[in-house]
């Protein structure tokens, strides 16, 4: 397996856990993204995963209908442990080490993260699963994953949804919209075009992290995207857009 990415951080939303029900977790799904993660860890990759919580409760639409804020915030971080227990469990079912860590203390069920210990889980092969997001308010699991791939070294940063890619407009609601293949992060930027918020490509621009955006229902699309197969959208530093 020729490998063009060796440490990764997949940003998975919760949403993508639901599968095609309206609210929770499906569990085949679950499964199936498990086994994708094993398939390309077996082959070397180290892979850390930050995931959403979108599926349980998103703290923006708390706050939209009157919650406070930062505590629709916490809530929406609690959700988020829920789904990286979930998907631990899946993991160590197939015998696959895996490792929960948090950015708020839940000490019964998680690891405290800790950057050195993170980096010292993803040495000896274990998978790390980022719960919680960055702790802080205010700040959306995106940000969080650009930010553990710029602490944790990685070399790409994977957004998995349910797009095959990055569209000019929807292409729900417009079938003319154009799909990019390769975009820079001044574009993304601009033209406001929604990768990840501007937070999280901002850091990942200072940091020159690569972003490649894909479908994660097409079972073996993160293999196909650790091997550099051109698959979704390549959002970089040096790239053109087309």
């Known amino acids: 397996m020729g490998l063009t990415y060796q440490r990764i951080v997949l940003k998975l939303s919760g949403e993508a856990l639901m ?6 977790i499906d569990p085949d799904i679950v499964q199936s993204i498990a086994e994708e993660i094993a398939d390309v860890t077996a082959n070397g990759v180290q892979v850390a995963v930050v ?9 923006i639409k708390g ?8 505590t629709a915030d916490y809530i929406g971080m609690i959700a988020t442990v829920m789904n990286a227990m979930t998907l631990q469990d899946a993991l160590e079912r197939m015998e696959v080490p895996t490792r929960v860590q948090t950015a708020i203390s839940m000490q019964q069920i998680a690891e405290p993260y800790i950057r050195r210990r993170a980096i010292r889980h ?8 980022f719960g919680a997001g960055s702790g802080n308010p205010f700040f959306t699991t995106d940000t969080t994953a650009a930010l553990r791939a710029a602490e944790i070294g990685a070399d790409v940063v994977f957004k998995a949804t349910k797009v095959d890619g ?15 293949q390769t975009l820079n992060y001044a574009h993304v930027l601009n033209k406001d075009l929604r990768v990840m918020d501007s937070t999280a490509i901002s850091l990942c621009k200072e940091n020159n992290i690569p972003i490649i955006v894909f479908d994660l229902s097409v079972k073996g699309n993160i293999r196909k995207a650790v091997m550099g197969d051109p698959i979704g959208t390549l959002v970089g530093g040096l790239c053109e857009v087309s």
């Open 19 to 24: 599968g095609e029900l309206s609210y929770g």
């Open 51 to 59: 995931v959403g919580g979108g599926n349980i409760f998103r703290g």
């Open 63 to 70: 706050a939209a209908a009157g919650m406070d804020r930062a």
């Open 122 to 129: 993803l040495e000896k092969g274990r998978i790390i699963i």
């Open 166 to 180: 990055v569209y000019d407009s929807d292409p729900r609601t417009n079938p003319n919209a154009r799909r990019y």
